[in-house]
C-alpha cells in the first residue's frame, strides 16, 4: 500500500512539473518614443539582450518575447501587452520579466493593479530586474519600494508630457506645421518644406472639381475607383511613404477619403495648427478643436486649390442634396428657391421621364403643407434662362468693366454698411449677456458654498447657463464673419470680376461654371396673365449677391440714344 501511494505521488509530481516546464516565459519589452531619448541603453535591442541574459543564467524554461515599440507606457492598450496578457489570462505564462517597472507601464494604478491583482490571480510570477522587484519574495525592502518607484514613473510620463505639449503650442504658434504625415498631395523637401507632387495633386484638383460640378463625394469615390486611381496610402506606399492604413484593394477610394481631402484648408497653401486636442496623459483620444482655437498660417507652401474655390466647396458641403432613386441628377440641386417662400425647390424626375420632362417644384407646396402656391419650372427651361442671363451679365461685365465696379461698389457699400450695423448692434448684445453668464456663475457658485442654493438647484442652473454660453459662443463666431464677410466687399467684386472675364464668350453651361458663378437661383410663379405662360427668376451671384442687370442695360441704352 505505501509502495502503491509514493508511486502515485511521484506521477502527479511529475504531472506538475511538466505542466510548469511547458509554460512560457514572458519576456516584455516597451519603448516609446520620449524613452527613445535616453539612447541605446533604452532600446529594444538592449532590452532583449539583458532579458535573453537574465533568463538563461536563472534557466527559465521557453523564453518569448512580447515587444511594443513606439508605445507610451501611460496606458495598457498596447498590442504586444495585450497578446501577454491574452496567454496569461489562458493560463501559458508561469513568469513575466521586465527590465525595470517603467517597462511595464507608467500610470502607478494600474501597474499596481496587474502586479497585485491580475499576476497572482493567474499564477505569474512578475520580475523587474533592474529594481530588484520579484514577487516570489513579498517581503524584500525593494518590493516595498515598489509603489514610490511606480508613482516616480507615472511623474515622469506626466512632467515629459507636460514639456512635449509645450514645445508642441511653441512650434505651433510660429507656424510650423505639427503633424508628421504630410497631406495626400504634397512631399516633403529636402529641408522638410511641403512641396507640391504634380501626380497626386492633379488628382486632388479633380476631387475638387468633381465636387465643384455637384457630385457628392461617394459619387467621386466611385468614379476614381473605377479609374483606377490609386488611393492616397496605396500611391504613398507605392513611393516608399509610411501611410497611416492599408487598404487590400488599392483602387478602391472611401467616401470618408473624400471628405478629409475636400475639407483639408492646408490645400490652399495654409498652415493649420491644433485642429484636434487630447484630454490627458491617460486619455489619447483625438478630439475635434473648435474651428476658432485652430491657428492658421497664411502662404506658408504652394497652393494646390485657390482660396475661393476651396471656399465654394465647402459652401457645396453644406447643401449635401443626394440623388433620386433613379440615379439622376441636376446641376441645378441645391441652387434653386422658391421666390415667394424661400424653400428649396425639389428636383423631381422619373426612369419614364425624357430630359425635358424632368423639373422643379417648391418642397412647401409638394409636402401639401399649404404654406405655398405652385412654383413649377421645367429643368431645361431653367437652364436655358440661367444660361441667358449668365451671358448678358458676363458680356456686360466684361464690355463695360469700370462702370460696373462703379455701380456695384455704391450698391453694396450701401447693403453692406446696413448689414455690418446690424451685425455689430446684435454682437455686442450678446457679447453682454455673455459676460453677464460669467458673472452669474460665481454668483451662484458662491450662494451654494454659502448653503443658500441646493446642488441640485445649482447643478440645473450651470447646465443651462452653460447651454446658453455655447449656443452665444457659437452665434458671437458666425456674426464675426458675416462682418468680416462684408468687409471684404471690395476683394470680393474683384474676384468676381475676374471669374466673368474668365468665361468670356460663355456658350454652355456647365456645372463647374454654374457654381462658380452663382450662389442662388429664385424661381417666381409662372405669369399666365397675358394667355402665354412666362416664367421669371433672379440669380444671386456669388461674392455679390444680385445685379441689376435690367436697369444697368436701360441706362446703356439711354448713353446711347443720347
Not at 511521484?10 to 510548469?20: I, P
Request: proline share 3%; charged share 30%.
Amino acid at each position: 500500500m505505501i509502495e502503491m501511494l509514493n508511486s502515485t505521488l511521484t506521477v502527479a509530481e511529475d504531472k506538475e512539473v511538466n505542466m510548469a516546464t511547458n509554460k512560457i516565459t514572458a519576456l516584455y519589452c516597451r519603448l516609446s518614443q520620449e524613452d527613445a531619448l535616453e539612447g541605446e541603453s533604452g532600446s529594444i535591442a538592449n532590452q532583449k539582450m539583458v532579458l535573453e541574459a537574465y533568463a538563461r543564467e536563472k534557466r527559465f524554461p521557453n523564453p518569448r518575447f512580447f515587444v511594443d515599440d513606439g508605445y507610451s507606457g501611460t496606458n495598457y492598450d498596447r498590442p504586444g501587452f495585450q497578446e501577454m496578457l491574452a496567454e496569461i489570462e489562458a493560463g501559458n505564462v508561469s513568469t513575466c520579466i521586465t527590465k525595470d517597472l517603467s517597462r511595464l507601464g507608467r500610470n502607478s494604478a494600474l501597474t499596481g493593479l496587474y502586479i497585485n491583482f491580475t499576476f497572482p490571480k493567474y499564477g505569474v510570477r512578475y520580475i523587474a530586474i533592474n529594481d530588484h522587484f520579484d514577487t516570489i519574495d513579498p517581503n524584500s525592502t525593494d518590493n516595498d519600494m515598489a509603489g514610490i518607484k511606480n508613482w516616480f514613473n507615472e511623474f515622469f510620463a506626466k512632467d515629459t508630457s507636460r514639456k512635449i505639449r509645450a514645445v508642441q503650442k511653441a512650434k505651433g504658434s510660429r507656424g510650423v506645421p505639427l503633424t508628421t504625415n504630410v497631406p495626400y498631395g504634397y512631399k516633403k523637401g529636402e529641408n522638410g518644406a511641403w512641396e507640391v507632387d504634380e501626380e497626386s495633386a492633379e488628382v486632388v484638383k479633380q476631387i475638387f472639381q468633381m465636387c465643384m460640378e455637384g457630385r457628392g463625394p461617394m459619387q467621386i469615390a466611385k468614379a476614381l475607383t473605377a479609374a483606377k486611381v490609386p488611393n492616397p496610402s496605396a500611391y504613398k506606399n507605392a513611393h516608399g511613404l509610411s501611410p497611416r492604413s492599408f487598404s487590400s484593394d488599392p483602387y478602391h477610394w472611401n467616401a470618408n477619403t473624400i471628405v478629409h481631402i475636400l475639407e483639408r484648408k492646408e490645400y490652399t497653401g495654409c498652415t493649420v495648427n491644433f485642429k484636434t486636442y487630447t484630454n490627458s496623459i491617460w486619455d489619447k483620444k483625438q478630439r475635434d478643436n473648435p474651428e476658432e482655437n485652430w491657428a492658421i498660417f497664411e502662404n506658408t507652401h504652394p497652393e494646390i486649390i485657390k482660396p475661393d474655390v476651396f471656399k465654394k466647396v465647402q459652401e457645396i458641403r453644406k447643401q449635401r442634396h443626394r440623388r433620386t432613386r433613379t440615379g439622376k441628377s441636376s446641376m441645378f440641386s441645391g441652387l434653386v428657391y422658391c421666390e415667394d417662400c424661400g424653400a428649396k425647390m425639389r428636383y423631381c424626375t422619373t426612369k419614364d421621364f425624357e430630359k425635358r420632362q424632368d423639373h422643379f417644384v417648391c418642397g412647401n407646396y409638394k409636402s401639401n403643407t399649404g404654406s405655398c402656391t405652385i412654383h413649377f419650372i421645367r429643368a431645361v427651361v431653367l437652364e436655358q434662362l440661367v444660361l441667358n442671363n449668365l451671358q448678358i451679365v458676363i458680356s456686360y461685365v466684361t464690355a463695360h468693366e469700370n462702370y460696373f465696379r462703379q455701380v456695384m461698389t455704391e450698391k453694396m457699400s450701401l447693403k453692406s454698411a446696413e448689414i455690418v450695423k446690424c451685425a455689430k448692434r446684435k454682437l455686442a448684445q450678446k457679447e453682454k449677456r455673455l459676460a453677464e453668464l460669467d458673472r452669474l456663475f460665481i454668483k451662484i457658485y458662491e450662494d451654494n458654498v454659502a448653503a443658500k442654493l441646493s446642488d441640485e438647484r445649482f447643478a440645473m442652473m450651470s447646465e443651462q447657463y452653460e447651454d446658453e454660453q455655447a449656443r452665444l459662443k457659437s452665434e458671437i463666431i458666425s456674426l464675426q464673419a458675416e462682418i468680416a464677410e462684408q468687409e471684404r466687399q471690395a476683394e470680393n467684386l474683384e474676384l468676381f470680376i475676374k471669374r466673368a472675364r474668365k468665361y468670356e464668350g460663355l456658350n454652355e453651361l456647365t456645372p463647374y461654371a454654374l457654381r462658380e458663378l452663382v450662389k442662388a437661383i429664385y424661381v417666381e410663379k409662372p405669369d399666365k396673365s397675358s394667355g402665354k405662360k412666362k416664367q421669371k427668376i433672379r440669380i444671386q451671384y456669388d461674392l455679390i449677391g444680385f445685379i441689376p442687370i435690367n436697369e444697368l442695360l436701360r441706362e446703356e441704352k439711354q448713353r446711347e440714344t443720347a
